[in-house]
């Protein structure tokens, strides 16, 4: 999966959901590469019945299959007002970090490694539908996407579909690739959920 650039994520659509499950799929071929399951604690599920998802600790596991242990986990800790938000490798070693914005237009969070140098600010427009990932040098170095589902699915469920495009100069770098394709599914499952 982390040999690719651009990864479309679509979210599976339910009545009632109390977690998420999204499949990543290569644009072209529309074949499945990779899944991201949101499982959070017991408690911390049903307890969203009554609590926006977006205060409560999560985990997001990704699997290249189903048969696979998680090729990266994105670990979200109970938070109010900011959150910092933990990715780790599928040994358990944390190898970066999210803090969001305190107040941000559009929406975003910043990017770091592991030695708190920060890697990208991740920028949504007014919308808070498509995001820029913006490198310290002011580089754009990848986008998210918003899909248009087709008037149906947009009125009727909470389920989203988002084209995740990394910049080639990104590409040399696994972890960083890893990172921001995090970064780009925590923007929908860890930082802008719903109830």
Do not use: C
Request: proline share 4%; no cysteine.
């Amino acid at each position: 999966m982390l040999t690719r650039n651009t990864f479309f994520v679509r979210e599976h659509v339910a009545l009632i959901k109390l977690t998420g499950a999204y499949d990543i799929l290569d644009p072209e071929t529309q074949a499945i590469i990779g899944i991201a399951r949101d499982e959070p604690p017991a408690w911390a599920k049903y307890l969203r019945l009554f609590v926006n998802r977006k205060f409560l600790p999560t985990v997001v596991n990704v699997y290249e299959s189903e048969d696979q242990p998680p090729l990266f986990s994105i670990q979200k800790p109970f938070s109010l007002l900011r959150s910092k938000v933990t990715v780790i490798d599928g040994s358990g070693t944390p190898f970066g970090y999210f803090v969001s914005k305190l107040f941000s237009f559009g929406g975003g969070f910043f990017v770091y490694d592991m030695e708190d140098r920060q890697v990208a600010e991740i920028k949504g427009d007014w919308k808070g539908w498509n995001f820029k990932f913006i490198s310290v040098d002011n580089v754009e170095i990848g986008t998210v996407t918003k899909k248009w589902a087709g008037i149906g699915k947009e009125l009727f469920t909470s389920a989203d579909s988002y084209i995740i495009s990394l910049s080639d100069g990104v590409a040399e770098n696994e972890a960083v690739k890893m990172l921001l394709l995090a970064a780009g599914l925590a923007i929908d499952i860890v930082f802008k959920g719903r109830k």
